[in-house]
C-alpha cells in the first residue's frame, strides 16, 4: 500500500528544491508561489519538512524588501542550515552551493560539514572542507571536525587532521581542542602530545593531563608510575588532586583484598 504521507512529503521537498531555483535565478515571485503550494492543505502543522518551507517563504521574501544580494544569500544560507539540522545533507549542501556571496556560501558550507561530522559522517564532513573558502572558516571547521573524531575514538585521524592546518594560531588552537577533547574521553597520552603541539606546556591543562594519566595509572594497579607522573605536576591545586585519587584508588584495592580473604 502506497505511504500517503511520504508521497506528500516527497512531492512537498519537489516543491521545495524548485522554489530555491527559481529564487536563485532571480525569479522570486515564483519561488513564493511554488513554496506556497507545495505546503498548502497539508494540514501538518508541526511537519519538520512544512516548517523548512515556511522559514524559506519568509526568508524568500526579504529578496524584495532589502539589499538583492544580500537578501539572496541570507534567504538560502538560513535554508541550507534548517535542512542540515534536520540531517537532509544532501539537499543542504546542494542549496549552500547556491549561494553567490563567497562568504555567505563558505560560512554555510563549515556548518554543514561540522553537523556531518556530528553525526558521524566524517569523510563527507571532510570532502567539504576544500569548498571553504574562508581562511577562519576552514580553520574553525577542522578543529571541530577533528575534536568530533577524538570524541569518537578515531585519534589518528584527528591528529593528522589538525596537523594540516597550515596557520600557526589555528594549528596550536586546534591542538589545545583536541588535548581537553582527548582527556574528556581518557586519552592521556594523545592529550599531552597534542598540548605540546599547542604550546600549553607548563598551564593548568598541561598539569592537568598529568593528573589524568596518574589517575589512569592508578586504577591499572600501577602505583609506582602514578606517583613519578605526579612529579611532573607543577601547580599546588592540581598536585594535591592527582595524590587524593591515587591515595583513594590505593584504599579502594585494600579494602577488596580484606573482603577477599
Not at 577533528?146 to 596537523?163: H, P
Not at 596550536?172 to 592521556?188: D, I, K, R, S, Y
Not at 598540548?195 to 606546556?201: D, T, V
Not at 594497579?221 to 605526579?230: D, Q
Request: glycine share 6%; aromatic share 6%; with cysteine.
Amino acid at each position: 500500500m502506497t505511504d500517503l504521507f511520504e508521497v506528500g512529503k516527497e512531492k512537498r521537498f519537489r516543491g521545495l528544491d524548485r522554489a530555491v531555483e527559481l529564487a536563485a535565478s532571480g525569479e522570486v515571485e515564483k519561488a513564493i508561489n511554488v513554496i506556497l503550494r507545495s505546503i498548502s492543505g497539508s494540514g501538518l502543522l508541526h511537519d519538520p519538512v512544512v516548517e523548512t518551507a515556511l522559514k524559506a517563504e519568509c526568508a524568500l521574501e526579504a529578496i524584495r524588501s532589502g539589499s538583492e544580494e544580500e537578501a539572496h544569500s541570507a534567504a538560502l544560507h538560513e535554508l541550507a542550515t534548517d535542512l542540515a539540522v534536520e540531517n537532509d545533507f544532501e539537499r543542504a549542501l546542494r542549496i549552500a552551493k547556491l549561494i553567490r556571496d563567497e562568504p555567505s556560501r563558505s560560512l554555510a558550507l563549515s556548518q554543514i560539514s561540522l553537523f556531518l561530522a556530528e553525526a558521524g559522517q566524517f569523510e563527507a564532513a571532510l570532502n567539504i572542507l576544500s569548498e571553504i573558502t574562508g581562511v577562519l572558516d576552514l580553520s574553525s571547521t577542522v578543529i571541530a571536525v577533528a575534536e568530533q573524531l577524538a570524541l569518537a575514538g578515531q585519534s589518528e585521524k584527528a591528529l593528522a587532521i589538525a596537523r594540516q592546518i597550515t596557520d600557526e594560531g589555528y594549528r596550536a588552537m586546534a591542538f589545545e581542542e583536541l588535548g581537553t577533547a582527548f582527556l574528556e574521553v581518557g586519552q592521556c597520552e594523545y592529550a599531552l602530545e597534542c598540548l605540546k603541539n599547542s604550546g600549553a606546556e607548563g598551564t593548568e591543562l598541561w598539569f592537568e593531563a598529568y593528573a589524568r594519566i596518574a589517575r589512569q595509572l592508578a586504577k591499572r594497579g600501577e602505583f609506582l608510575k602514578a606517583f613519578k607522573t605526579v612529579r611532573e605536576i607543577d601547580d599546588d591545586r592540581i598536585r594535591s588532586k592527582a595524590l587524593h585519587w591515587i591515595e583513594s584508588e590505593l584504599v579502594i584495592r585494600r579494602m577488596l583484598a580484606r573482603i577477599e580473604e
